[in-house]
């Protein structure tokens, strides 16, 4: 069942559409991290570890329900069994029934955000050549259309292609408010134009932040690289800036792949 945690009066609802283990040893995909440090990671978030020693991650999107009852996606998760992701992760995926037992028909859905186009964030956008949320418009940064060749060529054409014919790509610069108490702003590295979530309301604050971070090692200690970053340095400044700004705030962060789908940005700073 859907995870929610309110921000004042936006329940943000997280959505489990798979899990499963990672496609190489954890060591590859964080090559600077200390035995010291895995165990620390293994400590703070234990259904991170598989029995035997690898990464196993969740594959999470997030709905945000505002006060108005709009409702916004973001990201659309590892797909149906034939989606881009099929080659490694773990399809099909369950967000259908997620949205479902959270009360979501996908014609509710206003606004779909995606942080990055990496397969297992896009694989219910749009599902054989049509958009799965038909109302929605969809908000990616610029910076991340223009790099899609660099990405992965076939999403220009199996994702980016139907959502222009149709008027629902709806591409941003940097910071954007989607309403009263969520923003979009750009978080790059990860991906040329990866973009993060704000949800604000008085001294609550969350961040939905895709990729930003993706294993609970990096929130410990977010000055670890990410093998499969595009940028690593850019990575760790938007990583380390966000997360300190958080901390210092009291904010929780939702991510797609940690064992628990909100933390404790301050983790980092109670290692
Ligand atoms: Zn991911």
Redesign the pocket.
Known sequence: MPVIKRVGATEIIALEDGAGPFFEPRGNAFPDATEAQWAAADAFDPASRTAEGGWWLKFRCFALRLEDGRVILIDAGIGPADSPAASWAPVPGALPAELAAAGIDPSDVDTVVITHL?T??VGWAVVDQKPYFPEARYVLQRAEISAVDDLNPGLADSLLTPLRERGQLAPVDGEKRLAGAVRVLATPGHTPGHQSVLVRDGDDLVAVTG?LL?HPVQLLYPELAYAHEADTAIARDSRTRLLRELGERGGIVAT??LGEPFVNAGSAGAR
Do not use: I, T
């Open positions: 990496h297992d964030h990729d993706v797609p792949h």
